[in-house]
């Protein structure tokens, strides 16, 4: 996440309450003066322009304040003193320079300060796997009746839900993907969104390296009801055991979602259709029929979560469903295309053992085509990484899933390894591991052909997605 900006004038702040908000010192500048577009990157600044100067592990932003001053930054946050050099440059250049403790503090008192004076609820959505496209799903039911806001990309974490909530224009309801990777972010994130309601899609191993287990997962996921009121609205998916041992809130309403029965919002006689589900979404004793856009059974539970969100804001069940089935997924997540005869499942954004599962069972279903599985390490699963890289392949063995299996890393090569392990006399996969990227890329080339299924599934740092457009190419047809 780079920056976030403002369209309408009528969304400038004046140098006076960013102080307000913050609690900073003018260095220098004017208090009357007027920005409307936040960057934290250095290459992007242009006219209105509040730089914050970030402090990272390997680069502090602050040595970058010259620059942006010299590039026509309205304001600067500084938590450092001014050097004389840099004071003459600021007041030259007339630029506002407002001293704070912590610039990313400063950058989350200012959306909060913000927050506070936006009269729209928000719908923070959390969870180990299926956040974004989950939050996607709910911002396509509620538009069948509001004027919806939704988190950008991925810009989901302490940094980038202040971005996000600070280029919210004239919405009617926000939905906002709430991200965490260590202790005490979430709270940090929940007291800035304040969210009306709030979706937890499940409890899985990603951030296992930094939060050590399922249940440090699972409770800090939780603390997204820290900064909702009473009265509010917390649906977690009841197919999710670990999930509902979580603790609810005093005062917050809590409704549940999935295939179990007795969960408020469930599905009844589900089937697959060219891969994507239809269903009778049942919510709360209102029932209306569903087809998804979308492919994946696992696909069912986001939607039911975002039907549930839509009723309880008095959304039409049927004009709600009539969006989820426009919804054509996001970008490297799980989209079907289909090129030259070769069907492309592109999932490359990111992994976890849920995910890579759902990934192979959409290749599974595959059966009239060759079906090429393309996977990667999936990353941050910590001293566990190993035997759930091992547990994936001995499951895609015993499915018979896919005729090829190549992969890319260490991990990865586990997989593999445990697959080969477990494969029978009736089951001989052609495998390969590759160590680096150009070489899978070139095996790829030569082995594809009209015909073939081929799913493309690791962590975004394997670069999988370039993989993905390479296949996909510019004349890509989507095919659901």
Known sequence: MRSARWESEMRALRIDEIREATGGELLCGREEEKISYISIDSRDVKEGTLFVPLVGERVDAHRFLEQVIAAGAKAVFTAENLTEAQHEVAAEAGTAVIRVPDTLRALQALAGWLRSRLLLPLIGVTGSVGKTTTREMIAAALSAKYRVFKTKANHNSQIGVPLTLLDIEDEEIGVIEMGISRPGEMHIISELVRPAAAVVTNIGTAHLMELGSRENIRDEKLKIQDGMQKDALLFRNADDAMLLSG???????????????????????????????????????????????????????NALAALGVAEAYGVPLAGAAAELEKFKGYRHRQQIFERDGVLVIDDSYNASPASMRAALSILHEMKNRRRIAVLGDMKELGEAEKELHREIGAELAAAKGAECLYTLGDLAAELAAACRERCGADYRPELRCFSDRESLFAALKALVKPGDALLFKASNSMRFSELADYFLGQGGQEAH
């Open 247 to 301: 603790q609810v809130r005093d005062g917050i309403t809590a409704r549940t979602y999935g295939l179990a029965e007795g969960a408020d919002c469930r599905a009844e006689n589900v089937g697959l259709v060219n891969g994507c589900a239809e269903f009778t979404a049942n919510i709360r004793g209102k029932r209306v029929a569903v087809k998804l856009g979308v492919p994946g059974e696992h696909q069912v539970l």
